[in-house]
């Protein structure tokens, strides 16, 4: 027997205690008469009754441990604050950011054929904040992390390290002041490293190459994070925002997508957790799925734009700036 | 947020803020309290042990990474399921695309639901232990997503608001996905021959317990 139509949709809310009292009450009442929607409630209650809980799920033994070793030896490094007095000058990053992103895309390139500029500017800020002076957004997000001009106000805390990030930018971007709208070539152009690199589908294993933590991290980690609070103001709601900040000055991923190329994402993007709105959205990226987005954009052969984090570590993740294209 | 009777939620919660200004002792005395958790997730998530255990400790070590930019009064469950559950959607869509084998797709519309009538046998809500081998075996016939917000809902009991922000997706997709996902089981459970519908008496009318 089938539940009827009209109140089918209602079941599994009913089910879950997701309805209304007075719709709840409809519920109650239609279930009196309708044999179809009773035997379907019962049959989800039963299967509630039934269902496996976590006592029927076997947990490795060492896991915890392993977990904790994982982290005590620096696999997981926190995120840490930069220091007041950064930015550094430009010269003495450049070393840094290169070591960077061969640590991070000679894996990547190993596993997947992939083609990415490489460039010294991350887009999000950049383009947000690209009417202010580069020394006034240096400024702002050095001293109080505040978003970049029309960024929504609620997450502030994930503006750690977009704020990070755009005070480099602001550094960085210096010699394209004046331009309210950096196409990411001329950007490119504006430092001097750009660099186009392709690798093709050999090592596999080299994975777990940039597994090293850097031990300055670990330290910082360890030690009680009041700089990370001073940041990241505890200011507003945004759970997920702020909490998905998580090692948000890891290196930072930018595209320009048109309809067409969004598109074929499909609803890839939707898996990841959104920071911002945008133009440009960013998302905040967990290692895998930076790894597996590049990999996408590889297959479909859309271009992107990596930066490595501004002190050249590698942590894990990172944010994903998706910038509409004309 | 449901710890073991053992912890009390001030104990939780100062285990939460220590792990978040550094101390390795509380956080693992977190991971023991949620490991059973997040295990029951990526178990069933994922294919196999390995990619279960793997994305457990990506879960975990992604937490420890985002404890300081946790904000304490959100849900710390939600949160970390939502790391785990992101953890398991990477590695199953890594291991689809390793495999290209396309699964039933999210956007096939309309389940066909014949449910045929409901045996009357009186088999006696054919054991319980019965009945839950049948129910893990058919969420491993669901679509990951269908899979994922099921056990949100029954195992860890989130409400739609919390399994949302798990999942990332809209209350109007988890609603739908948990409809679909609950037919599709108990297409499942009838089909195979598994599931004796409860005597349709006392439980009728009572709203679950969320």
């Known amino acids: 027997m089938k539940y009827c139509a009209e109140y089918g949709a209602l079941l599994d809310a009913f089910v879950d205690g997701e ?56 696999a997981a490094p926190r995120e840490t604050v930069p220091p007041r007095t950064e930015p550094e000058t430009e010269p003495s990053q450049t070393p840094a950011r290169r070591r960077g992103w061969k640590k991070i895309l000679l894996p990547l390139a190993a596993c997947f054929a992939v083609a990415v500029l490489v460039r010294g500017i991350p887009l999000g800020g950049a383009s947000s904040g690209s009417a202010a002076s580069p020394s006034a957004a240096m400024d702002t997000a050095a001293a109080t992390a505040a978003p970049p001009a029309g960024a929504e106000a609620e997450s502030p805390a994930a503006y ?24 990411v070539e001329e950007r490119a152009a504006a430092t001097e490293k750009n660099v186009f690199y392709t690798a093709s589908q050999s090592a596999g294993s080299a994975e777990t190459s940039d597994s090293g933590a850097p031990t300055e991290d670990t330290a910082n980690g360890a030690a009680p994070t009041a700089g990370a609070e001073t940041v990241a103001p505890a200011a507003a709601g945004g759970t997920f925002a702020a909490a998905s900040a998580e090692s948000s000055s890891g290196r930072s991923v930018s595209v320009t997508l048109n309809a067409e190329q969004r598109k074929a994402l499909g609803n890839l993007l939707e898996r990841f957790v959104l920071t911002e709105a945008g133009p440009p959205a960013v998302y905040r990226l967990t290692e895998t799925q930076l790894h597996d987005f590049l990999a996408e954009l590889e297959r479909l052969d859309i271009a992107a734009t990596v930066t490595e984090p501004s002190d050249g570590k590698a942590s894990g993740g990172g944010l994903l700036y998706v910038s509409p294209a004309d | 947020m449901k710890s073991p009777p053992s912890v009390s939620p001030e104990q939780e919660r100062a285990w939460i803020d220590a792990a978040r200004g550094g101390s390795q002792d509380a956080f693992e005395a977190l991971v023991h309290l949620y490991e059973k958790k997040v295990f029951a997730l990526t178990s069933r998530l994922c294919g196999n042990p390995e990619d279960a255990r793997e994305a457990a400790q990506e879960a975990f070590l992604a937490a420890w990474q985002g404890l300081p930019f946790f904000r304490g009064d959100a849900s710390f469950s939600t949160w970390l399921y939502r790391l785990t559950s992101n953890a398991c959607m990477d590695l199953l869509r890594r291991e689809q695309r390793r495999t290209s084998a396309a699964g039933p797709s999210l956007d096939d519309e309309e389940i066909n639901i014949d449910v045929p009538s409901p045996m009357e046998s009186p088999q006696e809500a054919a054991e319980r232990r019965e ?80």
Do not use: W
């Not at chain 1, 309805?19 to 239609?30: C, F, I, K, T």
């Not at chain 1, 269902?51 to 947990?59: I, K, Q, R, Y």
């Not at chain 2, 058919?138 to 269908?146: E, F, T």
């Open chain 2, 131 to 210: 009945l839950r081998a049948a129910i893990e075996a058919g969420l491993q016939s669901l679509p990951p997503d269908y899979r994922a917000v099921l056990i949100l809902r029954e195992l860890h009991q989130l409400t739609y608001d919390e399994i949302a922000q798990t999942v990332d997706a809209d209350l109007g997709t988890v609603k739908s996905r948990i409809s679909r996902g609950r037919k599709l089981l108990r297409k499942f459970l009838l089909e195979t021959g598994n599931f004796s519908p409860p005597r349709p008496s006392k439980e009728t009318g009572k709203e679950g317990s969320q």
């Open chain 1, 160 to 183: 750690a390290g977009a704020a990070q990030e755009s005070a480099l930018d602001a550094q960085e971007a210096a010699p394209a002041a004046g331009e309210p709208e950096v196409g």
């Open chain 1, 19 to 74: 309805l209304s009292p007075d719709d709840s009450a409809r519920v109650r009442e239609h279930l009196k008469t309708c044999g179809g929607c009773r035997s379907y409630v019962d049959a989800a209650l039963a299967i509630r009754d039934a269902f496996p809980d976590e006592n029927d799920t076997e947990v490795p033994e060492d896991f915890a441990a392993v977990v904790m070793t994982a982290i005590s030896s620096g």
